[in-house]
């Protein structure tokens, strides 16, 4: 039951990156019984970070920060630095996405601010030196956040501009290219053009092209967000279309 649980959770994942929330859906719910019987508790907590990022994907933002803080919870007994971090990051990340849906209903931005402000905290935990594939995932997370904020503040990110342009040459040149992020931080830095005034549809093009090249459906319909394209069905990109929309 162990290993059939933590296959199906990995099918979860893996579903749930192409847009297939369905699917995925139905393989978590498989899964919940094999977790319980042997009590695995690492297991259950993979099983409900994919659920929290499930519900995100739906627009369901406060039930995403519930299954991200139930996650975390689960993973309570993890030693390692980098996983308690990573879990931290991963609530901050689904408060912003929260707050990012507060801010377009009725202008208040503190929650967004202080979604950030615990996201910065929690990567702070994590060394990039050996861990440089981790700390990129979780950067481009944090990264995420700090744009949402940007966006509704109206203020253009020309710090993170510069960040994100360094990012992708490292990343370019990592012995770890392969799990890097690239399409992500491609995404983020047309993004963060966009905020400054730039054009970003060249760099959202491509991001675009490369995440669904990488069956990163949820990652394409932000970068078309990002172009002023149709985001689809995906609902972070939904908010996000509006929040620039709004902006502009």
Known sequence: PRTHARLLVLRARLRWLEGRLDEAQADLDAARADVASVGDREAEAERVGVQAGILRSQGRWTEAVGAAKWAQEADGEAQDPSAVASRAVAVAHAEAWEAAATWLASGDVEPLRDAVAGADRALAEVDPDPFFALWLGLKTRVVEAELLLATAAATPPLGHRRILERLREEARAHVQRGVTGEPALAMLTAWALKLC?????ALAAEAEAEAQTLGLAGLASLA??????EPGEHAPATLLAAMLAQRS
């Open 197 to 201: 005034g730039e054009d970003p549809s």
């Open 224 to 229: 078309r967000a990002v172009a002023g394209g």
